[in-house]
């Protein structure tokens, strides 16, 4: 079983209402068996001209990352990322050497 990633890059766009995400979906995360691995508008750029925020989930399953992003308990955050947000999201399963 191949563990899945959901990977965020981002600008805000609504500072006044934006809430990170660390800060109220880690319940949710644990839920489906998921953990931040980077979360940080703080990173230190070594090339390129990178978003704002970058967000890296890791999952024990890719089954689990997708149920993640598509559960009811994770809508209500969803909306909130579009409102305050721009950027993109995507899902990626664990690289594994063949």
């Known amino acids: ?8 890059s ?10 990170p995400p660390v800060k109220v979906i880690n319940k ?3 839920k489906f068996y998921g953990k931040f691995i980077v979360a940080t508008p703080k990173s230190e750029t070594l090339k390129g001209t990178p978003l704002e925020v970058i967000i890296v989930m890791e999952f024990d399953s890719e089954d689990h990352a997708k149920a993640f992003y598509n559960s009811p308990d994770y809508s209500d955050y969803k909306k909130l990322h579009e409102r305050t947000t721009e950027g993109w999201i995507l899902f990626s399963p664990e690289y594994q050497k063949k």
Request: proline share 0%.
């Open 10 to 19: 981002y600008e805000i766009i609504n500072k006044e209402d934006y809430i």
């Open 28 to 30: 949710i995360l644990e």
């Open 1 to 8: 079983m191949r563990k899945g990633y959901i990977i965020e």
